[in-house]
């Protein structure tokens, strides 16, 4: 039985392979959740904890990113053993227990002392149990309940990404303010249970829609094993373009918030350019989930790393500090994430299949984790070493064009879109 077969249900709206309320579920449970996940709530904020964090405790600008970003490597640890639970179990009990956790991790923050081993130690536990509220679960129902449209679901779903990371720099500096850094963090974490309580209902209703499709999916034998692809070298040429990406971007955006500061932009201004990453974000998101349905997804991607390419220009620059030069392009930038995050689960899908999705994007996920660790330690040890950013963007440039180059090899999809 094919995956139209076994998701067809009757309707057409919008052009989606199904119409079920189960199928909108998931889309907008997994929407809300990565819309107040780990990623924007913690990794989204970090530029506005970088400095307040620093000078409270003493700590330089590069010790500060590594020691906080540690999380993402716990993160890049977990993902692949999430993915194969996944795989087994479904999302719903995993993602439970995973909001919870990061609530809890958010609190726990807000009450440590100026110890450095504490503190790095909990950031990689927190890593570890948080990435649950990341794509690796939300978007693991999808791969299943849709298709001819999937490019369409996943940038509706990652959008969530975006927007959160639109509205929490900004939100968070104000509670920054008001509240110092811990009494922010606190609000975080109610912030954060909150929306994965919500998103957790939402995929559980979906989840007997999941369910049904995953298990016709395994016993068709639609697409490689995990083993079978960590044999292929599209797979490691891809999780290199992801990882080169997401440190070109992600050390870019954890950094935007000190970076303009330092060029004399109030900290208010600098948390709005940093807003402007996550409208990037959303326009990545949404434009690159429709394009990749109608268009080869690599040119989509390498598009977007071009773009990113042209707002680093600007950045590197400094032709000027001027919200309506800097803020484009820092939109830029957050686009080609925007881009990026939305290709690499396409990709999976249509070069991999989804017989093992969730076990093979969790190594590609831990990827992008990883790249969300060396990308901000970079940028942090090179403003350490050279007194500014000028190097390190320069590099990151560099970076996005090795990850265009890879993705255009990746040549044409093994498993194409079903047919009618």
């Known amino acids: 039985m094919t995956l139209e077969k076994q998701g067809a249900i009757a309707g057409s709206t919008l052009g989606w392979d ?6 909108i579920m998931l889309v907008a449970g997994a929407m809300i959740g990565l819309a107040l996940g780990f990623a924007v709530v913690y990794f989204g904020t970090l530029g506005v904890f970088l400095k307040p964090i ?20 716990g993160s890049a640890i977990g993902t692949p053993l999430l993915g194969v639970l996944v795989d087994r179990i479904g999302p719903v009990r995993p993602l439970l227990i995973c909001v919870l956790a990061l609530s809890m991790a958010l609190y726990v923050f807000s009450i440590l002392p100026n110890n450095r081993p504490l503190f790095a130690g909990l950031s990689f536990l927190f890593g570890i149990v948080a990435i649950g509220t990341g794509p690796s679960i939300y978007l693991a129902g999808l791969q299943h309940a849709f298709d001819r449209r999937l490019g369409l679901a996943l940038g509706i779903a990652m959008a969530g990404l975006g927007i959160g990371a639109t509205f929490a720099p900004s939100m968070a500096q104000v509670w920054v303010a008001n509240e110092g850094w811990r009494g922010a963090y606190q609000i975080l974490a109610v912030l954060a249970l909150g929306g994965g309580l919500i998103a957790t209902a939402l995929i559980a209703f979906g989840q007997p829609l999941h369910a049904r499709i995953a298990e016709g999916s395994m016993k068709t034998g639609t697409g490689f094993r995990l083993g079978e692809a960590m044999r292929d070298w599209r797979f490691w040429g891809l999780c290199l373009a992801i990882f080169l990406g997401t440190s070109a971007g992600l050390g870019t955006v954890v950094h935007t918030v000190p970076l303009l500061t330092d060029r004399g932009l109030t900290p208010a201004t600098a948390a709005q350019v940093a807003g402007g990453i996550g409208m990037g974000l959303v326009v990545g998101r949404l434009g690159s989930g429709f394009l990749m349905d109608l268009i080869f997804a690599p040119l989509v991607g ?18 000027s500090t001027a919200f309506v030069v800097i803020a484009p392009a820092a939109l830029l930038v957050g686009l080609a994430l925007g881009v990026e995050g939305d290709f690499a689960a396409f990709a999976v899908r249509r070069y991999f299949g989804n017989r093992s999705f969730g076990s093979v994007y969790g190594i590609v996920y831990a990827f992008y984790t990883l790249g969300g660790v060396v990308g901000p ?25 090795i990850a265009m180059m890879l993705l255009l090899a990746l040549g044409p999809y093994r498993f194409a879109l079903a047919k009618r």
């Open 302 to 319: 390498a598009a977007g790393f071009l773009l990113g390419i042209v707002g680093l220009m600007v950045i590197a620059s400094q032709i």
């Open 18 to 23: 199904t119409t079920s309320t189960k199928q």
């Open 377 to 401: 330690t970079l940028f942090g040890l090179a403003f350490d070493r050279f007194g500014g950013y000028g190097a390190i963007l320069v590099a990151a440039m560099i970076a996005f064009l």
């Open 54 to 73: 620093a000078g409270e405790f003493g700590w330089s600008r590069g010790e500060t990113s590594s020691i906080v970003s540690v999380a993402l490597l």
